[in-house]
């Protein structure tokens, strides 16, 4: 947990889920030199006369140093041979707030938990409160999701609470508002199961779910709300988006975020993309 204007917070968790290697970048420079003999990497020196096989490309995704971009990242600042190098990173509890903040690198492929198709329990919640429970009822089933990245009991259930109080609002303005909520194999549990909250919460989970019930009931959430991502750089991005999010400047969620990024990133690219202190 840390600590950041009052309010207590938890940190990202991030998994290196794959990397291409820097054999390929290095294979990039030589054809751009047209020097494979001096690579200190016999199977790159191969690559002057033979086209490579399965097992050597194996061998090429497995080079761990190389003097020549070492030199290109330092010294010259050839930079876009480090874009034939990729890492993918799962990231699980950082916030809405950070993935507008990651939006901003444009060369990214990036795919996030969805709002569209992940709100059905809030929503089930909800719906069971308004059959037999109450805003507490609504508050306690929530709370259990640790849907925050805020780790304070007391500010997390004003959260939910104001969650509520948004849905109560739109209930009272639409009057289809649980055929929006519900699918419609489920609206009969909301008869079936009147007065028992619990119950009902419980069918409801245990039904269909409404297909893109967050379209409607997205706008409850706010930028403290978990996501979860994977998210894949070039080494080239990787190392802008380091120089920029690891810095002090940055802001604080999408700071740790990188921070996480690179404690799980192996030396032999942060070799070339972070100047070592």
Request: hydrophobic content about 40%.
């Amino acid at each position: 947990m840390e600590e950041m204007y009052g309010i207590k917070y938890s940190r990202p968790q991030v998994v290196l889920l794959q990397d291409t290697g820097i054999g390929v970048a290095e294979t990039a420079a030589r054809t751009c030199y047209d020097s494979f003999s001096n690579s200190e990497n016999g199977v790159i020196k191969e690559l002057e006369h033979k086209l490579p096989d399965a097992s050597m490309c194996d061998m090429l995704n497995e080079i761990e140093d190389s003097a020549l971009l070492e030199d290109l990242a330092w010294t010259y600042f050839h930079h876009s041979i480090l874009e034939h190098a990729n890492l993918s990173y799962l990231v699980r509890g950082t916030s809405r707030g950070v993935l507008q903040e990651h939006a901003r690198h444009r060369i990214q492929a990036i795919s996030v938990r969805s709002t569209r198709y992940t709100m059905s329990g809030i929503i089930n919640a909800f719906v069971a409160a308004q059959h037999g429970g109450d805003r507490e009822f609504f508050i306690d089933i929530v709370e259990s999701y640790d849907m925050f990245v805020t780790a304070d009991r007391d500010y997390n259930r004003l959260e939910i609470g104001a969650m509520y109080d948004k849905l109560l609002f739109q209930k009272q303005k639409v009057d289809d508002f649980y055929a929006s909520a519900v699918a419609k194999s489920s609206l009969p549990l909301l008869e079936e199961f009147n007065g028992r909250p619990q119950e009902l919460y419980e069918a409801l989970q245990a039904g269909k779910k409404k297909r893109n019930v967050g379209d409607a009931f997205k706008h409850i959430i706010t930028d403290n709300v978990k996501v979860d991502m994977v998210v894949t750089f070039n080494l080239r991005s990787l190392k802008n988006y380091f120089n920029l999010r690891e810095s002090g400047a940055a802001y604080f969620q999408i700071r740790w975020l990188a921070q996480e990024m690179m404690k799980v990133t192996p030396k032999k690219y942060l070799d070339l993309i972070i100047k070592q202190k």
